[in-house]
């Protein structure tokens, strides 16, 4: 017969986009509105990224994750993000 265990795990609320405050300090680099999606990530090559798209104004950035975030075109992420 199986036996089930239980562990006490802490309950840890899940993120939500449809939420305010699950996005809290992310906003549009062109229209200033909060309601973006933002997704962290890392390219091909290694490099962290951050992609911003708005649902506002359909704006989409790239941001180079490091010590001063710059925004980077999106030839480079491509160029990035390929196998070599």
Do not use: Y
Request: charged share 20%.
């Amino acid at each position: 017969m199986a036996r089930t265990s239980t562990v006490n795990r802490p309950h840890v609320p899940l993120g939500s986009l449809t939420q305010p405050g699950a996005r809290a300090g992310a906003q549009c680099r062109a229209c200033g509105s909060e309601r973006v999606t933002r997704i962290a990530m890392a390219l091909t090559d290694g490099s962290p990224v951050q992609f911003t798209s708005c649902h506002h104004c359909e704006h989409r950035t790239w941001e180079e994750q490091g010590s001063a975030s710059e925004v980077i075109p999106v030839h480079r992420v491509l160029d990035r993000a390929r196998k070599g």
